[in-house]
């Protein structure tokens, strides 16, 4: 039965959900032609050919930094966009007339969360590469168009690099740059799923109030949301007093600087864990006591 609630959540959010990522491949193909502005092109030459960078700034300038801006917009909006519309889906199939309907349903309020929760998450998940491909091919458009230089070879330039480095690096170094890569992607894709059960969790909480429950649920959110800044900090300050107290210390080395930001980012990545399961487990409390969300 779960798999048919994960289908159905799918097909009932495809639409918005796709239309945010055709957005951001829109704008995307927008950001790299508004890089070839004449203003831009004249200075890089100039820079080129050692002379002087001054250049008039005419209205294809002032269309292509306007466009520049929106493409940034864009994808700060459908990183927040996406969060915000799988939050007003949910609360409608869940606490509106139309969770009436859910609520009959023969399954039972774990299957209801878990679906929502592995749909939303994808969502992020996708959305997420999607920004992620979308500056990458921002920089590689201008990396043609300026140095004539195709993404294969900045790939090719990157690996070589990166293998450089770390047949230079020793053994203690490598184990450090790999647990940092490795904890970074782990952290993007479970904290997809977390944020996604703390915005359910919060939505859940509120409607435990007998009015104006879809501003109380927006209230809980951002006090889960704060809450959650507040823990980090708290648990990051040891780590980062630590970092600071020894910055100027003899053994100062990439290997320290190295395990700092691994700290930080396990116990960000473990109270993000935290976090998500305490919120799911308040909201399937919530809705396996049946409390009084008409």
Not at 42 to 47: E, H, T, W, Y
Not at 174 to 196: N, P
Not at 273 to 279: E, F, I, N, T, W
Request: charged share 10%; hydrophobic share 55%; proline share 2%.
């Amino acid at each position: 039965m779960l798999g048919k609630l994960v289908k159905y959540e799918w097909k009932g959010t495809y639409k918005v959900c796709g239309l945010i990522l055709a957005c951001v491949a829109a704008f995307t193909v927008l950001g790299c032609l508004s890089l070839k502005m004449p203003a831009l092109d004249a200075a890089l030459k100039a820079v080129e050919n050692g002379g002087s960078t001054g250049t008039s700034f005419g209205v294809l300038d002032g269309m292509a930094v306007l466009t520049l801006v929106l493409y940034v917009l864009a994808l700060v909006g459908a990183s927040y966009g996406i969060l915000i519309y799988l939050g007003v889906h949910f609360y409608k199939s869940m606490y509106s007339d139309e969770g009436y309907l859910t609520h009959t349903l023969p399954v039972t309020a774990n299957q209801l969360l878990i679906s929502k929760i592995l749909v939303g998450g994808i969502w992020m998940i996708l959305v997420l590469l999607a920004i992620v491909a979308s500056i990458v091919a921002l920089f590689s458009a201008f990396f043609g168009m300026y140095l004539q230089i195709t993404p294969v070879e900045i790939f090719q330039e990157f690996g070589a690099a990166m293998a450089e480095l770390f047949g230079e690096a020793g053994e203690v170094l490598r184990v450090r740059v790999i647990h940092l890569a490795v904890i970074l992607i782990i952290t993007c894709v479970a904290g997809s799923f977390c944020s996604i059960a703390m915005l359910f969790g919060s939505i859940t909480m509120g409607q435990l109030f007998s009015k104006y429950r879809a501003l109380m649920a927006i209230v809980c959110y951002i006090g889960v949301y704060i809450l959650n800044t507040i823990l980090g900090s708290v648990v990051q300050m040891p780590f980062t007093v630590s970092f600071m107290m020894q910055q100027n210390a003899p053994h100062q080395n990439d290997v320290w600087v190295l395990d700092y930001y691994n700290n930080i980012f396990d116990v960000s990545f473990l109270l993000t864990l935290v976090m998500g399961a305490v919120l799911y487990f308040a909201a399937r409390m919530i809705l396996v006591r049946k409390f009084d969300l008409e």
